[in-house]
């Protein structure tokens, strides 16, 4: 039991009592003075108000319920009226609330913000996209921390309906080939077919017939533009068979504009490698074998250094280099056996400006990890499940475990492997598979909580695996029927070398503890001597498991060796980047690599399957700068990377250079900058005035009110009423149908954030048979409330007190009878 003092303070007034008590022990030296000043230090402590917690559990029969109907635009495809009899059904029961969203935006995320952490519980009615507001995932992750659980009563499809979207770069650049995304989106997930057309400036490009069999469509488009300024590519669907509720989403607009190829400077002994070739093809380039001087790189948009020795440079011209970025320039520098290791990078004044150091990567790995959840029904019951896969989430985004493979296993009456074996976290996109896959757990059905099933599934992983072994539990701790056997397996573990941690999430759950209260996953940690690797967490907090650091076992190729380094295969290390999203290197390797090791702050992109970097980047001042530490595809002694500046792998290149430039405008004369819209919603923009004169814009002949809000920097919002493409002052800015047709169908990625927060996913028959029951359930609700102890202090000091005068009372009656006594006998002796 933990005791705590509302009243601390009053503890120094013990200080004057034992002072008191000393000096009249001095002067008296009898036990009424230690009697009297333990009863006054009670006293003391009584004052100090001591109390402790105790836990409750409470349940409401009556739970108070919010039920948010979406009746937005996009909800024409669902029966009408969805939710309805479901509000009546929990209205005749319990108290609840109705809120209906309508109109052409869905601001879902908006509603459960207002209605979570209000003691309600909140129920959805929706097809689950939110377009307006608060983001709906945020507002989910704002419920679970509020304690709100959350319901979704998904509608089913009555009528189908298709959009189309087309994706890509608003500004490209002349006579390049630009790839674009066409998306067609259905609500169902049936068979249909229809007839697409692709116009580029009001001039029919290609048309083709597609059938269409899940929810999503991606058709990829190419097209050049050989002249300067504003076009346009639009897409149409028509002739559709499979149902199709609306027309105004059939039609899409996209505005190009179409900008002057931005200047390259590249420095290169190599005038004719890959490298080369595919700069020229896309940029105006100006090649110069040897450091062509400040004036001639301030003209460019982006500086490649090819395979350069450090002594190509002057100090003097590495300091022009460095202004040239920190101003905003572009600054790519290729490897090769004349650069960084090779090339005498380490410490020079160069290297100031690279995202790496030109030494060997310290890579660690060797780390084998097994994630064992609990998805038995108690976690459901006594609402840790939310808590539980939160924390195996929290684990996997632990930065220790980027370079470790990763496996999940899930158990409940019985235990199977979630992830299908190891994964290497390395990549950003196993990361993704893994969490997404941990979020979408559901409970099983038979009570049972089988432990020693999911340590045994951990146990045949590991057995044969080199390196650091792990392995972690994460339960509610209710472990009481498997208990004997999983304290068998985890001591069978420890004994292969595997770091066992078991992290028990406090709940009401009675099996978690035995009849004298002491907890089974603590008991199991100790029986095994890994006492120090069990953490004992309430709901609502995540654990914090301080990994040993992982044996090296990625050997390292000699600095001096620069030919016969093998074939590397290449892994997109964070796919999500501007530069590697377009890009596939499934089929990408090289044969050799310059060693770096990327600074703090620094962006791995692209590395080697052993975890060495090839494309490096960062940002210096106000430029950018990508380390990119493999050759040019054609160097005079090796060749490491032909093989990138081939196909589709020569993205990567220009996706680097690209990224590296930024703006690819030329800085001069009146620039402006207006995103495509959405009909309904403002598009902010922005017009930046390099020359000397008066800002002047029009939209369709209309002038428009400027802000100036920075130096030469003007903006303002605009807001056509009218689909299709308009005119600002030559600049082209595209309108299409409301953001509310875009997304259509029930949206499947929520469903994790709803169960996240306690609650379940239904359809509107299921929820009218089982949500206020289930809503009952997760009423109950644990409360720590303080028990005042200040009266047991109080009756201990009274009978203290009493004790003492009773002691002294009856010594005294002693002492006199005894007197009496002596009297008498002297009486009758006289």
Do not use: C
């Given at each position: ?12 007034l ?13 002067k ?20 100090a108000?001591p ?8 349940s ?6 919010v ?5 937005t ?8 009226g ?18 209906q ?5 869905t601001?879902?995320?908006d ?10 519980q ?7 996209n ?20 959350v ?12 959009s189309v979207?087309?994706l ?14 066409i ?8 068979s249909v ?5 692709v116009?580029v ?12 069999d899940?929810?999503n469509n ?13 076009h ?30 931005p ?15 595919v ?28 395979d350069q020795?450090i ?20 600054l790519?520098?290729?490897g ?22 030109s ?28 808590d ?25 009456n019985?235990a199977?492997?979630v992830?299908?074996?190891f ?11 893994l ?5 979408k ?5 038979e ?26 539990v ?12 999983s ?11 595997v ?5 028990h999430i406090?709940s ?19 029986e ?27 050997e ?38 310059n ?12 590395i ?6 090839v494309?490096?980047?960062w ?18 002694g ?33 620039v ?18 390099y020359d ?5 814009l ?11 809000t ?27 149908y ?6 259509v169908?029930n ?10 927060t ?73």
């Amino acid at each position: 039991m933990n005791i705590s003092l509302e009243s601390p303070e009053m503890l120094l007034l013990a200080i004057p009592v034992i002072i008191a008590g000393f000096y009249l022990l001095r002067k008296t030296k009898t036990k009424l003075v230690e009697w009297r000043v333990l009863v006054s230090l009670i006293l003391v402590l009584a004052l100090a108000s001591p109390y402790t917690t105790v836990t409750r559990t409470t349940s409401e029969e009556d739970p108070s319920l919010v039920l948010i109907q979406d009746q937005t635009a996009s909800m024409g495809i669902f029966p009408e009226g969805i939710g309805t009899d479901l509000y009546e059904s929990l209205t005749a029961k319990t108290p609840t609330a109705l809120v209906q969203l309508t109109g052409e935006k869905t601001t879902l995320g908006d509603a459960v913000t207002q209605y979570s952490g209000l003691g309600n519980q909140i129920v959805l009615v929706t097809d689950g996209n939110s377009n307006s507001g608060k983001d709906l995932t945020e507002a989910l992750e704002f419920a679970k921390d509020t304690n709100t659980t959350v319901y979704l009563v998904q509608p089913e499809v009555e009528t189908n309906d298709l959009s189309v979207e087309i994706l890509g770069d608003k500004k490209v650049v002349v006579d390049n080939q630009n790839e674009f995304e066409i998306v067609v989106r259905q609500a169902s997930e049936k068979s249909v077919s229809y007839f697409l057309e692709v116009f580029v400036d009001g001039q029919i490009s290609q048309s083709r017939q597609f059938t269409q069999d899940g929810r999503n469509n991606t058709i990829p488009i190419n097209q050049e533009f050989t002249t300067l300024g504003a076009h346009n590519i639009s897409v149409k669907i028509s002739d559709i068979s499979g149902g199709d509720l609306k027309e105004i989403n059939n039609e899409f607009f996209k505005s190009i504009y179409v900008i002057p190829k931005p200047k390259v400077t590249l420095v290169t002994n190599e005038t004719g490698s890959p490298l080369a070739k595919v700069l020229s093809n896309l940029y105006e380039v100006s090649v110069a074998n040897g450091y062509p001087g400040a004036d001639n790189i301030t003209d460019s948009k982006l500086l490649v250094l090819d395979d350069q020795f450090i002594t190509s440079f002057s100090e003097a011209q590495i300091k022009e280099i460095k202004n040239y970025v920190s101003n905003g320039g572009g600054l790519i520098v290729v490897g090769g056996d004349r650069a960084y290791n090779y090339g005498e990078y380490l410490n020079s004044s160069l290297e100031e400006i690279l995202p790496v150091i030109s030494k060997p990567s310290e890579f660690k790995g060797g780390r084998n990890l097994v994630l064992i959840l609990d998805v038995s029904p108690s976690t459901i019951a006594h609402k840790t499940q939310g808590d539980i896969l939160s924390n195996g989430v929290k684990i996997l985004e632990n930065d220790n475990l980027k370079d470790a493979n990763v496996a999940v296993i899930a158990f409940g009456n019985a235990a199977y492997d979630v992830s299908g074996g190891f994964l290497y976290l390395g990549l950003p996109q196993n990361l993704a598979i893994l969490k997404e896959k941990v979020s979408k757990l559901t409970p099983t059905n038979e009570t049972e909580t089988s432990l020693d099933q999911g340590l045994g599934i951990a146990k045949q992983m590991l057995e044969g695996e080199d390196g650091e072994l792990d392995a972690i539990v994460v339960s509610d701790g209710g472990i009481e029927e498997s208990y004997d056997q999983s304290v068998q397996i985890a001591q069978e573990l420890k004994d292969m070398g595997v770091n066992l941690y078991f992290i028990h999430i406090r709940s009401s759950a009675p099996s978690q503890s035995d009849k004298s209260r002491n907890y089974y996953a603590e008991k199991l940690m100790k029986e095994i001597g890994l006492e120090g690797n069990y953490q004992h967490i309430d709901m609502g907090e995540r654990a914090n498991i301080v990994f040993e650091e992982a044996d090296e076992s990625a050997e390292e190729p000699e600095e001096e060796e620069t030919e016969d380094l093998g074939t590397y295969s290449l892994l997109e290390y964070s796919p999500d980047h501007f530069i590697t999203k377009g890009v596939n290197l499934t089929n990408a390797s090289i044969t050799g690599y310059n060693q770096v090791t990327p600074k703090a702050g620094a962006e791995r992109l692209v590395i080697t399957v052993t975890g060495q970097p090839v494309l490096t980047t960062w940002r210096f001042g106000l430029g950018r700068v990508a380390a990119f530490t493999t050759d040019n595809g054609d160097g005079a002694g090796v060749r490491w990377a032909s093989a990138l500046y081939n196909g589709s792998n020569s993205k990567l290149i220009s996706g680097t250079a690209n990224w590296a430039i930024a703006n690819p405008e030329a800085e001069e004369g009146a620039v402006v900058d207006a995103p495509d819209t959405w009909l309904g919603t403002p598009s902010d923009l922005t017009l930046i005035m390099y020359d000397e004169g008066i800002p002047k814009l029009k939209l369709d002949g209309a002038q428009l009110d400027l802000a100036l809000t920075g130096r030469n920097t003007y903006e303002t919002g605009v807001n056509p009423v009218n689909i299709g493409i308009h005119d600002i002052s030559g600049y082209p800015l595209a309108v299409n149908y409301a953001l509310e047709y875009l997304e259509v169908g029930n949206n499947k990625d929520i469903e994790p954030l709803i169960v996240a927060t306690g609650g379940k996913i239904y359809t509107e028959k299921e929820a009218r048979a089982s949500l206020l029951k289930d809503a009952r359930q997760n009423s109950q609700k644990e409360t720590n409330e303080p028990v005042s102890l200040k009266m047991y202090v109080l009756i201990a000091a009274l009978i203290l007190y009493l004790a003492e005068v009773i002691a002294r009372r009856i010594k005294e009656m002693r002492r006199l009878t005894q007197a009496q006594g002596e009297t008498g006998t002297e009486e009758k002796t006289a």
